[in-house]
């Protein structure tokens, strides 16, 4: 091979690893963050909450295999009714969605009110006041502060940064859990003070007050607004600052600023202005699959926006003007292969029972148990939820319990606990364990217990007007306390007014029980019982012979028969 092929070959390879880089930009390089749990990517973002329009976001960013996708959520300062966001919540809770909050303060004429730091405490109290749906509670600290409309009607990057400092270490106070992103800026504002402000130079500044190490602790992560530009209808393809990939511009910017942590990304604003709908709807497939979900430091879009029905942003809605139905984009999204996320909740939660301590060998039992749901998850069979038994003294007995179905954080509920008991008697121990798709989440007290050997029962009944009693029809049935029929047994001999029953199963030892003795054609009897261990006695009153339709109870009407039958009459009187 002569040297001017070869120097041909080296330029192809160089231009395809080029064009190759233009396209797929820094998902060739090792991705420095990794999320910990399967995640889906899939969001949307909300101008206004609906709980409505929440089932068909998650219809959106939860079809096609995925499950707890992310939606934003815009809070103003007059808008924070505790029950109204915790409805929203447990909405979110039932359809699996993630919530993240973006602070906001309230529109004066045709510019929003600036924060102070003052407001720190009253947004604290109330964000914290909620019971957030997964353990991250993702904050965005306002919005696009580097247009001066956003900010009382001029920029200020240290008034900014000033305030972001204050609302961050409050939050970090009161939980570790509130995971703090600054506002996601306009990556295309001009540098045009006081209305705009260039985004390298506003974040230059910000960064310029506080020290690096106060912001590497309390930034989380990265809001981002990645729009296509120029116009909000650039490439889908397109690389660097005011593209899809704006972020990829925002992590060197802050890395080379001295934020040394890797920040995840949230694409929280993303989308295209609308003119050819297909062709939108084209481009959110091209930026999802070549994109975004191909960079795993990304952690969620949520494109902008699902509902708006007027100026400015009616262009953006995902949703069609006065109309139910919604844009190709939302279809498209929709169609795309999406995985089932796994956030992080945190498990509390309680399992109490009351459940006796001496059993008996070769017998079936059942118990009630109470759970209580004091954390972030809905318990639920088919989320995965189960109990089960742990310990050596799991091996003394069979057991199943009922399913945990929809037990919401802050309800309780019970569980059935059924036991079938070995033959092995001795003292054992065990406890009733919460578990997620295998994992131990929640262990209750433990339960001692011991199995002993089946006890005896001994009567004696008559039958009136024998003297002595025999036959080889009785019958024994025993009762809880509950009066659960627990033992039967039937064709039962008596001798000179005497029987017995051995081996009686399914009794709790030392619980009082009602025992009940039948015979054809006579009235039943009961008397009560504690049993004990060995061998126990029972005297029954005596019977009478008045059952003639064996139905168990007297009727008068039943006398006629037995004086117009001999055959009765020498059976009951001989």
Known sequence: MNNGKRKLII???????????????????????????????????????????????????????????????????????????????????????????????????????????????????????????????????????????????????????????????????????????????????????????????????????????????????????????????????????????????????????????????????????????????????????????????????????????????LDFSWKRFQDSGFYPQFYTVQSLTKVKGRPEQIERGEINFDIPHDLVAHSNFRFTLNLKNFGQAVWDKDSGYQLTVVGSGQDHFEYFFSDIKNLKPFEQSEVDFFIKTSGAPGKNQIQIALLKDGEFYITGKAWEYEIFPLPDLRFTVGLLPKLKSRGNDFEIQIFDEQENLVFKKVGIEVEDSKGAVREVQNIILGKKYRVVILKPYYLPRQNYLTFDTGENTLKFEMLLPLDFNKNGRLDIFELLPVFQNPRLINLLFP
């Open 11 to 313: 330029i192809r390879l160089l231009l395809g690893i080029f064009i190759y880089y233009l396209i797929f930009g820094n998902s060739i390089q090792a991705h420095a963050f990794e999320t910990s749990a399967p995640n889906n990517k899939f969001g949307i973002h909300f101008a206004l909450p609906n709980l409505d329009d929440l089932t068909r976001a998650r219809d959106l960013i939860n079809s096609n295999g995925g499950d707890w996708g992310y939606v934003t959520l815009v809070i103003q300062e007059d808008d924070r009714d505790r029950n109204k966001w915790q409805e929203v919540f447990d909405r979110m809770r039932e359809f699996h969605l993630i919530p993240i909050i973006r602070l906001a303060t309230v529109p004066q004429a045709d510019q929003w009110r600036r924060p102070q730091p003052e407001d720190a405490d009253s947004w604290v109290d109330f964000l914290d006041s909620l019971h957030w749906v997964v353990k991250d509670r993702y904050i965005i600290l306002f919005n696009e502060p580097n247009h001066g409309a956003e900010w009382g009607g001029s920029v200020d990057a240290g008034d900014y940064a000033e305030l972001a400092l204050t609302f961050a270490q409050k939050l970090k106070s009161k939980s570790p859990d509130f995971f703090i992103m600054l506002a996601g800026l306009d990556a295309s504002a001009p540098s045009a003070k006081p209305k705009f402000e260039d985004e390298d130079l506003f974040l230059r500044q910000i960064f310029s007050s506080g020290s690096m190490e106060q912001w590497n602790n309390l930034l989380s992560g990265l809001a981002s607004h990645s729009y296509p530009n120029p116009d909000f209808s650039g490439s889908p393809l397109a690389a660097g600052r005011g593209s899809v990939r704006t972020y990829q511009w925002e992590l060197e910017l802050l890395r080379s600023l001295g934020i040394s942590k890797e920040l995840p990304v949230f694409i929280t604003e993303t989308g295209w202005k609308r003119g050819d709908e297909e062709v939108v709807a084209e481009n959110f497939r091209a930026a999802f699959e070549n994109i975004w979900l191909a960079d795993e430091r990304v952690a969620a879009v949520t494109p902008f926006v699902f509902d708006y029905q007027g100026a400015p942003f």
